[in-house]
């Protein structure tokens, strides 16, 4: 894993500041987190209005909430959501009244499995509420009366979401995805949030070939907002105008639309090897550069087929739209115990996590940025080297041999249907000494994209 760096621990601060905010699909926690996101790296916030038709959903109402409490005759608050945001199911509509317990515990969810854990628990689009607490404070109520209030509102008003657009050489796009909806949960949500808001700096320090877009949006509903919002911009086409028809067997996946690449990023800081989840394609581009990055850099990692269930990956991948969007994360979707808990709090991520899932981001758009097809402007029998002075060019490098290597595979490959991860792939060479080996031979004219 990576060294803890500067950028880990400003990362690390971003979800320490984002942790006491209660979020939700929509609401005033989305905005305020949106704000401190914006002082990092300038956004353009959309608020969507409730009612508004987006693909088969619609825009629900707006929920915020003030207060809530369980309290006992004397007034002592047993479960406070003051102490944290996971103690209210998200989505309760608003109560106020005085009950037993027996009434309370139809409403009240723990986890008996982990007892001094507080769950995570939504009611989105059903009308209902409650509370979350660890079990040890349950088994600690007596039998009697509680008061018990919640301070919310569901009323019309606006799902919010937020982009970043970093320039690029060409308008093809690639999209980045993080979810801003879930509450204190320091991994299933900020860690994402932190790794893409960096990420976006540095490719920002630099002019990238593609234009990366970064979405900060709700899970699920905010994806499908932003697509049905984008439909032009994603493949082309008004989704309204119906179901695409389905490809011929061979035929290339549809590419009439401006996004080319993404990735959604989540569970983004804690201690596990990273995985990378496959677009539903599952040969993507983005694909074969995240198995290849994964793979030369020796880091521990697993690569998982697509599945319809997980993140936003599973909206951008949707048969409609099929674009080549995967997942990074480190340990994925529901696989580690603390997933949904009051367990995944600050002391469950790192600065080290971060950074390291930062680096592999950045490794791989290096590769997507590089990755061409060139066509050998030269192609009956080897072209002279020495004489146009590449040889020559290269002196002092550590691995003249292996680039003048790759100049040979470059070369050779260059067809027109190779690119240069086909050559890394198959020569074996590293994909930024073929990188540097192309450059030099378009360089001199041996060589066009």
């Known amino acids: 894993m990576a060294p803890v760096t500067e950028i880990g621990q400003e990362m690390y601060a971003l979800v320490e500041r984002l942790y006491p905010l209660c979020r939700s699909i929509t609401g005033d926690g989305v905005r305020a987190t949106l704000d401190i996101v914006g002082e990092y790296i300038p956004l353009q916030t959309h608020e969507v209005p409730t009612g508004t038709q987006v693909l088969d959903w619609t825009v629900p109402q707006e929920w915020n909430i003030r207060d809530a409490y369980i309290a006992d005759t004397t007034g002592h608050r047993i479960v406070d959501f003051a102490a944290s945001s996971l103690h209210v199911l998200g989505y309760s509509v608003p109560v106020s009244a005085t009950m037993p317990l027996a009434e309370l515990r139809e409403h009240l969810h723990t986890l008996p499995d982990h007892p001094s854990w507080v769950p995570y628990r939504t009611s989105y689009y059903k009308p209902d509420w409650g509370f979350c ?111 695409p028809p389905g490809r011929r067997l061979g035929e290339e996946p549809r590419a009439g639309g401006r996004v080319k690449h993404g990735l959604v990023l989540a569970c983004a800081g804690d201690s596990g090897h990273l995985t990378y989840k496959q ?45 080549g969007v995967g997942s990074l994360s480190r340990t994925p979707y529901a696989g580690y115990p603390e997933y949904h808990t009051s367990a995944d709090n600050l002391d469950f991520v790192s600065p080290e996590a971060m ?44 691995d003249t041999k292996q680039t003048q290597m790759a100049m040979l595979w470059v070369l050779s490959l260059s067809d027109g249907e190779h690119s240069l991860l086909d050559v890394a792939e198959r020569s074996g060479l590293p994909f930024d000494t073929v990188a540097v080996a192309a450059d030099a031979l378009h360089g001199a004219g041996l060589i066009k994209a």
């Open 133 to 243: 607490l660890a079990q040890d404070t349950l088994d600690a109520m007596p039998d009697g009366e509680y008061e018990v209030r919640i301070d919310s509102t569901l009323a019309d008003g606006h799902l919010t979401y937020a982009e970043h657009v970093v320039p690029g050489q060409v308008p093809d796009e690639v999209i980045v995805s993080c979810h801003v909806c879930h509450p204190s949960l320091a991994n299933d949500n900020l860690a994402g949030i932190a790794v893409a808001t960096f990420l976006a700096r540095a490719l920002a320090r630099r002019t990238p070939y593609y234009t990366y877009r970064f979405i900060f949006a709700p899970g699920t509903i905010g994806a499908i907002t932003w697509l049905a919002r984008n439909a032009e911009r994603v493949n082309g086409a008004s989704p309204a105008l119906g179901a």
């Open 355 to 398: 950074t390291d899932t930062l680096a592999v981001c950045r490794e791989a758009f290096a590769v997507l940025d590089r990755n061409r097809q060139y066509v050998n402007l030269s192609p009956y029998g080897e072209p002279q080297l020495g004489r146009r002075g590449l040889y020559d060019a290269l002196g002092g490098r550590s």
């Open 279 to 323: 677009s539903r394609r599952g040969d993507a581009e983005i694909d074969r550069v995240m198995r290849h990055v994964l793979t030369a850099s020796e880091r521990p990692h697993r690569v998982t087929e697509f599945t319809p269930y997980g993140y936003d990956e599973r909206q951008f991948c949707s048969p409609g739209f099929d674009l």
